[in-house]
């Protein structure tokens, strides 16, 4: 359907809510059905859903614009981008009057990656990857579906310079996506795979159900999870699942390489031992010593 053409009114920053217009309606509360959760604040739902409509795509939108892709009136849309603006969260240029991301937003990133501690755990070893290997080293956790990338050391054969902190990628095609997805019980694999949105990225991906299953269980059997062109041509990616002391996994170490430098074969051979001995190391610090046995029983 097509998007209701707004009837005439004041400009986006001379606009008044609450004139008594049929558009001026508070729109439902979409989320508190969606959610049925009444601890459930919606204003802040919203405030974080304004946030994340800027990405690649619009780095910079009007208010009109705000309100659309959210799914708000223009009422509630000036108030929050408002509020977000007072809070410095949002810029508006005073010419153009649309509005955009400011560096405060990356705050919450920036106190979250000093205050996780998976990341301070595994830095000595992700440098020592990238001191020994020469390789990009990544760690990522599964967020849902994706992965998510916390940490990144690229090298200096790196193909894929677009790929930085705080990237999501698609965890069915990506080796700690499989690596991860590996050390879960079947029930929980098969939800979060019926939940994905599953398609080919490459001739080599790997997507249909079937394959899918079987690959995570053979990456069980390995210990490790590989990814050959699966998501970018050239890209040739191995990783181990980091997991807590239950068995869970909570992360992933991947190095990954050139096609050009390396077959899969080698890249397999020569790198699946790193990840692995580095994901158990980092799976095991903070955990008590096993007890030690008795020499003479």
């Given at each position: 359907m097509a998007p209701r053409r707004p009837s005439p009114r004041p400009s986006d920053t001379e606009f008044t809510p609450g004139d008594g217009s049929a558009g001026d309606a508070p729109v439902k509360e979409e989320g508190t059905a969606r959610t049925g959760d009444p601890l459930m604040v919606m204003s802040v739902e919203k405030a974080f859903r304004v946030l994340n409509a800027f990405d690649a795509a619009r780095p910079a939108m009007s208010l009109t614009q705000i309100a659309s892709i959210v799914g708000m009136d223009k009422s509630a849309a000036q108030r929050f981008t408002h509020t977000l603006e007072k809070l410095g969260y949002l810029r508006k240029d005073p010419?153009?009057?649309?509005?955009?991301?400011?560096?405060?937003?990356?705050?919450?990133?920036?106190?979250?990656?000093?205050?996780?501690?998976?990341?301070?755990?595994?830095?000595?070893?992700?440098?020592?990857?990238?001191?020994?290997?020469?390789?990009?080293?990544?760690?990522?956790?599964?967020?849902?579906?994706?992965?998510?990338?916390?940490?990144?050391?690229?090298?200096?054969?790196?193909?894929?310079?677009?790929?930085?902190?705080?990237?999501r990628m698609p965890a069915y095609c990506t080796a700690p996506g499989i690596a991860m997805l590996?050390?879960?019980?079947?029930?929980?694999?098969?939800?979060?795979?019926?939940?994905?949105?599953?398609?080919p990225y490459t001739p080599n991906t790997t997507w249909q159900r079937e394959d899918?299953?079987?690959?995570?269980?053979?990456?069980?059997?390995?210990?490790?999870?590989?990814?050959?062109?699966?998501?970018?041509?050239?890209?040739?990616?191995?990783?181990?699942?980091?997991?807590?002391?239950?068995?869970?996994?909570?992360?992933?170490?991947?190095?990954?390489?050139?096609?050009?430098?390396?077959?899969?074969?080698?890249?397999?051979?020569?790198?699946?031992?790193?990840?692995?001995?580095?994901?158990?190391?980092?799976s095991t610090i903070g955990r008590p010593p096993p007890p030690r046995k008795n020499a003479r029983g």
């Open positions: 010419e153009t009057k649309r509005f955009e991301l400011t560096v405060k937003t990356l705050d919450l990133g920036h106190h979250y990656m000093r205050g996780n501690g998976l990341l301070e755990r595994s830095m000595p070893y992700l440098m020592h990857l990238s001191k020994t290997t020469e390789e990009t080293i990544n760690l990522t956790e599964l967020d849902d579906t994706e992965i998510v990338f916390v940490s990144r050391f690229m090298s200096r054969h790196v193909l894929n310079t677009d790929v930085v902190i705080g990237m590996s050390r879960m019980p079947i029930e929980e694999v098969c939800d979060r795979l019926d939940r994905m949105d599953l398609h899918l299953l079987a690959k995570i269980e053979r990456s069980a059997g390995l210990g490790y999870a590989t990814a050959f062109e699966e998501y970018y041509h050239g890209d040739l990616s191995i990783a181990a699942a980091i997991v807590n002391p239950a068995g869970a996994p909570i992360g992933a170490i991947n190095i990954a390489v050139s096609r050009s430098r390396f077959t899969p074969q080698e890249a397999e051979e020569r790198f699946a031992p790193l990840v692995v001995a580095a994901a158990a190391s980092i």
